[in-house]
């Protein structure tokens, strides 16, 4: 792939990824401190890519440069798999472990789905990133924001998406056969 080929897939890159984010122009523009038209430009190929450019959006974005340019993975031992779409939620795998431990990062967008809690084998660990996530579990109905957590056994009804009031982010940490999470502490002295 040639560096005119990179580039010009800069471009359709942001975009998706802004919309994904329910980002406007303006609010990235407040972010950034880029034009609406300059980032307008950007997105449909019009204005080449620069790092002045491109740094201030993955800062906004809180994503690697790499991500926004699509570098290849020579030789780094970072996860880079493609992001899956499911009922309207995006997942990127970042274990690789068929029948184990399985890990993902979850991109809820704003909606207004009713809950429809199921079960099935398993436990699950979610740790919200960003945003508000509806958490329905059996008959618990709460609300996480940023830096909250939760685990529960995946046979008990469950549920999760969004308030309605905008995308959230989270991670997820799964055992298909009921691995619960386990998290190591320092004694205390005394």
Same mark, same amino acid.
Do not use: C, N
């Given at each position: 792939?040639?560096?005119?080929?990179?580039?010009?897939?800069?471009?359709?890159?942001?975009?998706?990824?802004r919309?994904?984010?329910?980002?406007?122009?303006?609010?990235?523009?407040? /972010?950034?401190? #880029?034009?609406?038209?300059? $980032?307008?430009r950007?997105?449909?190929? $019009?204005?080449?890519? /620069?790092?002045?450019?491109?740094?201030? #959006?993955?800062?906004?974005? *809180?994503?690697?440069?790499?991500?926004?340019?699509?570098?290849?993975?020579?030789?780094?031992?970072?996860? !880079?798999?493609r992001?899956?779409?499911?009922?309207?939620?995006?997942?990127?795998?970042? /274990?690789?472990?068929?029948?184990?431990? *399985?890990?993902?990062?979850?991109?809820?967008?704003? /909606?207004?789905?009713?809950?429809?809690?199921?079960?099935?084998?398993?436990?699950?660990?979610?740790?919200v990133?960003?945003?508000?996530? !509806?958490?329905?579990?059996?008959?618990? &109905?709460?609300?996480m924001?940023?830096?909250?957590?939760?685990?529960? &056994?995946? !046979?008990?009804?469950?549920?999760?998406?969004?308030?309605?009031?905008?995308?959230?982010?989270?991670?997820?940490?799964?055992?298909? *056969?009921?691995?619960?999470?386990?998290?190591?502490?320092?004694?205390? !002295?005394g």
């Amino acid at each position: 792939m040639t560096t005119d080929d990179v580039l010009a897939e800069v471009g359709p890159r942001l975009r998706r990824l802004r919309k994904e984010r329910e980002v406007t122009l303006a609010a990235l523009s407040q /972010s950034t401190g #880029i034009s609406v038209s300059t $980032l307008s430009r950007l997105e449909s190929g $019009l204005r080449k890519p /620069s790092l002045e450019l491109l740094l201030p #959006i993955a800062r906004a974005h *809180q994503v690697p440069l790499d991500e926004l340019v699509g570098a290849p993975p020579v030789g780094d031992p970072r996860v !880079r798999a493609r992001p899956l779409v499911r009922h309207g939620r995006t997942f990127w795998p970042l /274990s690789r472990q068929p029948g184990g431990l *399985q890990a993902f990062k979850v991109l809820v967008p704003r /909606s207004d789905e009713e809950p429809e809690p199921r079960t099935h084998e398993g436990y699950e660990w979610l740790y919200v990133m960003s945003g508000r996530l !509806r958490v329905v579990l059996a008959e618990h &109905d709460v609300v996480m924001t940023a830096g909250e957590a939760a685990e529960f &056994d995946t !046979r008990v009804p469950h549920w999760f998406g969004s308030t309605g009031e905008g995308p959230a982010e989270f991670l997820s940490l799964f055992g298909p *056969q009921g691995e619960r999470m386990h998290v190591r502490a320092r004694p205390t !002295r005394g």
